[in-house]
Nanobody, 121 residues
C-alpha cells in the first residue's frame, strides 16, 4: 500500500517562506506525476503545482514566481518552496501522486492527509 505523508506546514507572517515536503512510502517502482493542491473550506480544491518524473512543471497563475516545486525521484519525495507568502495562501495543502507503480499494482490519484499553512497579515 502506498501512503503520502506531508510535512512542513505552519504559521508564518506575510512575506515569509515555508517549505513543504511529501514522501510516498511503499514498494514503489515509479511515480509519473507528483504535485500539490490546496483546499480552503467552502471552495474548490485548487491545483498549485505539478512535476513529472522528467521534471516538467506546471504552476497555478496565483503562485508563479513565488512557489517552486521540486522532486527527488530516488526517494519518492516532492517539495514545495513557498516564498513571499500572502494571507490568501492560507489553506490546507495536499500532496498528490498519479500513476504510481508498485510491485503489485498501479495506483491512480493518491492523496495525502494535508498540512495546514496559515499566513498572517
Amino acid at each position: 500500500q502506498v501512503q503520502l505523508v506531508e510535512s512542513g506546514g505552519g504559521l508564518v507572517q506575510a512575506g515569509g517562506s515555508l517549505r513543504l515536503s511529501c514522501e510516498a512510502s511503499g514498494s514503489i517502482f515509479s511515480i509519473d506525476v507528483m504535485g500539490w493542491y490546496r483546499q480552503v473550506p467552502g471552495k474548490q480544491r485548487e491545483l498549485i503545482a505539478t512535476i513529472t518524473s522528467g521534471s516538467s512543471t506546471k504552476y497555478a497563475d496565483s503562485v508563479k514566481g513565488r512557489f517552486t516545486i521540486s522532486r527527488d525521484n530516488a526517494n519518492n519525495r516532492v517539495n514545495l518552496q513557498m516564498n513571499n507568502l500572502k494571507p490568501e495562501d492560507t489553506a490546507t495543502y495536499l500532496c498528490y501522486a498519479d500513476r504510481v507503480v508498485t510491485a503489485s499494482r498501479r495506483y491512480l490519484g493518491l492523496w495525502g492527509q494535508g498540512t495546514r499553512v496559515t499566513v498572517s497579515s
